[in-house]
């Protein structure tokens, strides 16, 4: 992680860096995991050493010893949980975060770094995150969305839609896309903690993206170091992340669809449940195609809508009533 602050403890640098060229974390879980961490080693100085609450976001941790470290308690561990949620108020998708934070971070310390002798963190609790099921589009919705994209870069935007709608890649895979990624029908993404896999392309997508590239991607004066990205923007240079955020949402309200309930990752969401429920995909194809770690994570795609649940007990043989 580049430009860490200068009040940062040497052991909190190592571990940064271990995060991010020994365990090949994602540069936004990098991040999130030193923001916590210096949150919680603030909230620890608020209680350790006399530090103001009232001037949380400027304390520094500049003065934090291994030793101090080494004097953490379990007990501290649920006392900074408490304060995100009661004072910060942190969801239970936030303090989990955090409770992955403190945990790899103790126990680099205790394992690798080998500089406290025990870890606070080894019986933390990780606060329980209510099961939701995932926005997606219909396959109705799907299809309105896609003939709704219009404007000067209707093609390029017809492209980027029609990979999120049938790939259910990352917005940062998508982004990231250069030219020498796409042979054939393979294009090969970088997804979360740098892992390369292969997504194959349907032709909807192939003749979207064909269509582009002959016919709008711009053929010269694209800024360095931008020539090999896929999508281009007006000013010369790579389709940023908040752009491609910005257009979905964009062409979402043209098509009369909620842009406040729908946006980027709910398009993930949809391709992996249109392949699921109307490709009748096997979840563990799924999970490859999605990039997912755990089996669990996918999981969340196989629920069943409303019409599928009244079909099934339609279906039951006793369904209909006996006859008086």
Request: aromatic fraction near 8%; charged fraction near 25%.
């Amino acid at each position: 992680m580049k430009n860490l602050p200068q009040d940062v403890p040497y052991f909190l640098k190592d571990f940064i860096t271990y995060m991010e060229a020994i365990r090949g974390k994602s540069k936004n879980t990098v991040s999130e995991y030193f923001f916590d961490l210096r949150t919680f080693l603030r909230y620890m100085k608020v209680l350790h050493m006399n530090a103001s609450l009232d001037e949380f976001e400027s304390i520094s941790i500049d003065d934090i010893t291994i030793e101090f470290i080494q004097s953490i308690t379990l007990h501290d561990l649920y006392e900074f949980l408490s304060y995100t949620s009661s004072e910060r108020l942190n969801n239970a998708n936030s303090r989990a975060r955090k409770v992955a934070a403190l945990r790899s971070f103790f126990k680099y310390l205790n394992t690798k770094a080998k500089l406290i002798p025990d870890n606070p963190a080894k019986d933390l609790d990780s606060p329980k995150i209510p099961k939701s099921l995932p926005k997606y589009l219909s396959l109705d919705e799907s299809r309105t969305l896609l003939s709704h994209i219009d404007g000067n870069d209707k093609l390029r935007d017809y492209a980027i839609i029609t990979l999120f709608l049938n790939c259910g890649m990352r917005l940062s895979e998508l982004a990231g896309i250069n030219l020498k990624d796409i042979k054939d029908d393979k294009l090969t993404v970088i997804g979360k903690g740098n892992k390369e896999r292969v997504i194959y392309l349907n032709k909807a997508c192939t003749q979207a993206i064909e269509a582009y590239i002959q016919n709008e991607r711009p053929k010269e004066g694209i800024k360095h170091p931008h020539q090999n990205a896929l999508f281009i923007s007006r000013n010369k240079r790579r389709l940023s992340i908040k752009t491609i955020q910005h257009l979905v949402k964009k062409h979402l309200h043209a098509a009369g669809l909620d842009d406040t309930k729908y946006s980027v990752h709910k398009l993930r969401h949809t391709a992996a449940t249109l392949m699921y429920q109307h490709g009748h995909v096997d979840v563990r194809v799924l999970q490859e195609i999605l990039g997912h770690t755990n089996l669990a994570t996918t999981q969340i795609y196989t629920h069943l809508d409303s019409e599928q649940l009244r079909h099934a007990a339609d279906s039951n043989p006793l369904a209909e009533p006996e006859k008086s």
